[in-house]
C-alpha cells in the first residue's frame, strides 16, 4: 500500500495537545491493522532536546539509540505500545545542518542552494526514510508551535509542497483552541476561524478540525466552524478536557475519527474495519482497570524542577508521572503524586516530617547540585523510616552518597558532579567522559541509550522482571565508583544489576527494606499504560502494603 501522511499543526496557543491527539489517532489507526510511524517536528534550531532546561521545555524523551528528544515521543510510545528512533524526531537544527553539510560536500552539484525548495524538500525526504524505515502505511507528522508563526512555516511548506504532488494520500489536521470566556459563558469559534486562515495564508487547507476546549463542542458551534473554515461537519472532532489522557482515542472514536481519517486518506474502510466496541480490547480492559482503581496510592517526588513562580511544572517529569500512574493502575489503586520541593527540605528539616504521610517516596533523574542535600534528606528518611522508595538515575546515585555518608561512615562521600574534590567519591565519572567533558563535547560524555542490564538471581529487582537479564535507556554521565563497591556491598547494600560489558552498576537495592530500589537507568522510559514496567509495578505493590 502506498504511504499515506498525515500533518497534524495546532491553532491559537501551545499546549493543548497536539501530541496527545497524535499518539490517540496513531493508536485508532494500529487497532485498525494499520502500520503506523508518528513523526515529531520541532521548529527550534537546537540539533536535539538534550541542552534545553526541564523548566522551559519539559522534560527530555531518549529513544531506544540514544536520541534526546521532545516530550511528544513519549507519549506516541506509551499509545502505541511501540519503541520509536531518533529518526522520528526532527528539528529545524537538524535540518539545516544537514542540508549545509551537503552543500560543503558539493551534494548539490555547485548550484544555488535556497531555503525554498532545499530545506523542505529535506523534511520531506526524512519523512519518506521514516515511511520507509518502518514500512508504514501512515506517517503522522506533530509540526510543532501554531498556525501562523514563522518558525514552522517551513515544515508547512513541506506538507503544501507533498500535497501538491499527491493530494489523494496526503491530510492536514488543526488542532485549536475554542475558549470560554469568563465573563460571556460560552464557546467562541474566531480565535478558530483565524487559525483556519492563517494555515490557509500556508497554502493549507484543513481536512479536519479537532476543537479542543474545556467543554464539548455542540451542534451550531459545529455548523459555525464547517461554514466559516470550509471543513466538512463531519471532519470537525469534538476534543473537550479528558480525567485522563487514556480515555482520548475513545472519544475520538465517538465521533467516528477512525472511519474519517480512512475516507479522506483513500485507504478501504472495509479491510480495515473499526474494532467492535469502538476501540481494541486491550485499550478498553485499560479503560476500565483505570476506572475500577479504588483506594489512594499517595506517591511524593522529591525534585527541583518544580517551582516556576507560583505554577508546578508537572511536564519536567512526565514519563515518571505516567509510569507511576500505570504501576498504580495495576494494583488496584488510584494515583496520587505530589511534589515535594528538595530545596524547601534544605531549608526547613521539620518539613521532612511530611514524608511519613505517604506510601512512597520517589527522587527523580536530574543535574546540578540545587537541591541535593534536601533529596539525601528525603532518601535517609525513607531508608530509616521503611518507607518505600525508589531512586531514578540521580536518585540511584544520591542514595549511594546517602548510605555512604550515614552506613559505612565515608564522612563527605558525594558525587563528584557537586563536589570534585570530595575525599570519597563514591559516585565519580568515567575517563573517557571526562576527557570528552574538558573537550567540551557535552552530548558526547552522555551514556545515551539502551544497555544490558544482569540481573542478581533472588533480587528485589530480578523478582520484579521476572529475568536474569533486561536492557533499559540511559541518560547520564556519572557512574557509581567501584573502588567503593565492596565496602558499600559489606555494610549490606546489594548491586543486584550491572551492566555485563563494562561492569558498572545498574542497579542497587537494600535487602531486609520494604522497598528501596535504585537505578542508574531510567525506568520509566520505556513503562506503557498496556505494560507497565516492572520496577513501578513492584514499587506500586509495596507502597499499598504500607500502613500510614
Known amino acids: 500500500m502506498i504511504t499515506r501522511y498525515l500533518f497534524v499543526t495546532g491553532g491559537v496557543m501551545s499546549g493543548i495537545g497536539k501530541g496527545i491527539a497524535v499518539s490517540s489517532i496513531a493508536r485508532i489507526l494500529k487497532d485498525r491493522g494499520l502500520r503506523v510511524a508518528p513523526v515529531k517536528i520541532d521548529p527550534y534550531i537546537n540539533v536535539d532536546a538534550g541542552t534545553m532546561n526541564p523548566l522551559e521545555h519539559g522534560e527530555v524523551f531518549v529513544t531506544e539509540d540514544g536520541m534526546e528528544c521532545d516530550q511528544d515521543l513519549g507519549n506516541y510510545e506509551r499509545f502505541l505500545d511501540e519503541s520509536l528512533t531518533g529518526h522520528h524526531s526532527i528539528t529545524t537544527g537538524q535540518i539545516y545542518q544537514t542540508v549545509i553539510t551537503r552543500e560543503r560536500n558539493l551534494g548539490y552539484g555547485g548550484r544555488c542552494v535556497e531555503v525554498v525548495p532545499d530545506i523542505p ?3 520531506i525526504r526524512r519523512l519518506r526514510e521514516v515511511a520507509r524505515r518502518r514500512r508504514a502505511d ?24 507533498m500535497r501538491r504532488g499527491n493530494p489523494r494520500h496526503i491530510a492536514v489536521a488543526l488542532v485549536s483552541y475554542l475558549p470560554i470566556p469568563h465573563a460571556v459563558g460560552e464557546m467562541k469559534t474566531k480565535p478558530t476561524q483565524q487559525a483556519v486562515r492563517a494555515l490557509q495564508s500556508a497554502g493549507l487547507q484543513p481536512d479536519f478540525i479537532i476543537a479542543r476546549g474545556a467543554q464539548s463542542l455542540d451542534a451550531p458551534r459545529k455548523r459555525k466552524l464547517a461554514l466559516f473554515c470550509n471543513v466538512d461537519e463531519a471532519r470537525i472532532i469534538s476534543a473537550p478536557d479528558a480525567e485522563y489522557i487514556y480515555r482520548v482515542p475513545e472519544l475520538f472514536e465517538r465521533e467516528r475519527l477512525g472511519d474519517r481519517l480512512l475516507e479522506t486518506l483513500h485507504i478501504s474502510s472495509r479491510r480495515y474495519r473499526r474494532p467492535s466496541g469502538g476501540i481494541a480490547a486491550p485499550w478498553r480492559r485499560l479503560l476500565r482497570r483505570i476506572d475500577r482503581a479504588h483506594g489512594e496510592l499517595r506517591i511524593a517526588l522529591i525534585g527541583k524542577y518544580f517551582a516556576t513562580g507560583s505554577f508546578v511544572l508537572s511536564d519536567a517529569y512526565l514519563s515518571v508521572i505516567e509510569a507511576l500512574k500505570h504501576g498504580a493502575w495495576a494494583v488496584g489503586r488510584r494515583p496520587v503524586l505530589v511534589w515535594i520541593d528538595a530545596e524547601q527540605l534544605e531549608r526547613d528539616t521539620r518539613a521532612l516530617a511530611v514524608l511519613g504521610k505517604f506510601h512512597g517516596l520517589l527522587v527523580p533523574g536530574g543535574f546540578g547540585g540545587r537541591g541535593v542535600e534536601g533529596k539525601l534528606r528525603a532518601i535517609r528518611f525513607a531508608r530509616e523510616h521503611r518507607i518505600p522508595f525508589l531512586g531514578l538515575c540521580y536518585g540511584m546515585q544520591l542514595s549511594v552518597v546517602e548510605f555512604a555518608r550515614n552506613v559505612c561512615g565515608l564522612s563527605g ?62 541518560r547520564h554521565r556519572y ?34 527494606h520494604p522497598f528501596f530500589v535504585g537505578t542508574q537507568f531510567h525506568p520509566e522510559l520505556q513503562s506503557r499504560p498496556l505494560h507497565p514496567h516492572p520496577l513501578f509495578v513492584a514499587f506500586a505493590k509495596a507502597a499499598a502494603r504500607r500502613k500510614r
Not at 138 to 161: H, S
Not at 447 to 473: D, H, I, M, N, W
Open 121 to 123: 524538500n529535506e523534511v
Open 138 to 161: 501512515v506517517v503522522i507528522v506533530e509540526v510543532g508551535g501554531t498556525a501562523g508563526e514563522y518558525q514552522n512555516i517551513l515544515f508547512l511548506e513541506a506538507a503544501r509542497l
Open 479 to 512: 557512574e557509581l565508583n567501584n573502588a567503593y563497591r565492596e565496602i558499600l556491598e559489606r555494610k549490606g547494600m546489594r548491586m543486584s544489576g550491572v551492566n555485563p560489558d563494562r561492569d558498572l552498576v545498574e542497579i542497587a537495592e537494600l535487602p531486609g
Open 413 to 474: 562521600a558525594h558525587t563528584t558532579e557537586v563536589n570534585p574534590k570530595t575525599r570519597h567519591p563514591v559516585i565519580d565519572i568515567l575517563p573517557e567522559q571526562e576527557r570528552l567533558l574538558r573537550e567540551r563535547v557535552l552530548g558526547g560524555s552522555m551514556r545515551l541509550g539502551l544497555f544490558r542490564c544482569a540481573l542478581r538471581p533472588s533480587s528485589v529487582a530480578a523478582r520484579a522482571y521476572k529475568a536474569r537479564e533486561t536492557q533499559e535507556r540511559h
